[in-house]
């Protein structure tokens, strides 16, 4: 290989490896979402922290991992989850101390003590899906780390 083409090689895979990190979220995304399937299906947090069972002592969320979608924004890997699991992965129902919380919680003691009626809506927090700015669990770096290996041998071919 001649001294130019051999530039030109270098500075082909220097400029796939500017785009590694969107080839990386591409690969990772099946295998991401299969964790966080795998941790839902065993009743778990993303981390590894069991959940809470339900008051009846049986498995709570059975139908969590089977909700969990997932899609690729740029270089990240998005995961989302619909009604009724959402509720469950931040928990509803009480456990909110914002202002408006409090206010609302207000609001319904007074509606139930004027009318008798009582709202029977609780989530209890059973995290499902990581949080937002709480970093990657560990089992999902692992998994990123293992596609990423492999999308920077096929770079530097």
Do not use: C
């Not at 981390?47 to 969990?68: F, M, Q, T, V």
Request: glycine share 12%; charged share 25%.
């Amino acid at each position: 290989m001649s001294g130019r083409a051999s530039l030109d090689a270098f500075i082909a895979g220097v400029e796939r490896l500017g785009l590694m990190n969107r080839d990386v979220a591409k690969a990772a995304e099946k295998p991401v979402a299969d964790v966080a399937r795998k941790a839902a299906a065993a009743g778990e947090s993303p981390s590894g922290e069991p959940w809470a069972p339900k008051k009846d002592g049986g498995k709570a969320l059975e139908g969590a991992a089977g909700a969990i979608e997932s899609s690729v924004e740029g270089a990240k890997v998005v995961l989302t989850i619909g009604k009724p699991y959402v509720f469950h992965n931040h928990g509803a129902g009480g456990s909110s101390t914002t202002k408006e919380a409090e206010r609302h919680r207000q609001r319904t003691t007074a509606r139930q003590a004027s009318t008798g009626t009582s709202s029977k809506f609780h989530a209890p927090k059973r995290q499902i899906l990581p949080a937002a700015g709480e970093g990657v669990p560990e089992p999902m770096k692992s998994a990123i780390a293992d596609v990423a290996k492999d999308v920077f041998g096929k770079a530097v071919g």
